[in-house]
């Protein structure tokens, strides 16, 4: 696919947003990080060639597999660098969380979104689908 923009037309924007999964299996964090990059790619209108890169943290309870290796299936993402990384631990922070932080180009005239959403949406009440 070819961007009918130019580099000149684009700005780059860090992008956050985050989920909370089910629980710690394979499935629930499968799920999760596909509803997270699914609003992501939606909310921003975004094609492949617009994402330079995305960084998943995850919480220390969260340790059945890596985000990026089911983000990394989404088809056209041959060319997203993907990172995982572990959530410092902080007391009472939100449990079963996935973070993310996205580097893409939209155009100029567009405001970004930042999709949080489910229970991840008490981190910023700001940001979330019913605001």
């Known amino acids: 696919m070819t961007m009918a923009l130019t580099t000149k037309e684009l700005k780059l924007h860090g992008l956050r947003g ?46 059945a597999c890596f985000p990026a290796a089911i983000a990394r299936r989404h088809p056209g993402w041959e060319n997203v660098a993907l990172l995982d990384c572990q959530q410092m631990f902080v007391a009472n922070d939100l449990k079963n969380c996935i973070r993310m ?10 405001k970004p979104q930042h999709p949080y959403l489910g229970k991840a949406s008490l981190l910023r009440p700001d940001r979330s689908p019913n605001n």
Do not use: C, G
């Not at 629930?28 to 890169?53: C, G, M, Y």
């Not at 932080?101 to 567009?110: G, K, S, Y």
């Open 101 to 110: 932080l996205a580097h893409v180009l939209l155009p100029e005239n567009q």
């Open 18 to 63: 985050a989920i909370t999964s089910q629980n710690n299996s394979v499935a629930a964090i499968e799920a999760a990080v596909t509803e997270l990059v699914k609003e992501l790619v939606d909310r921003n209108r975004l094609s492949p060639e617009q994402i330079i890169s995305i960084t998943f943290s995850v919480t220390t309870d969260l340790d």
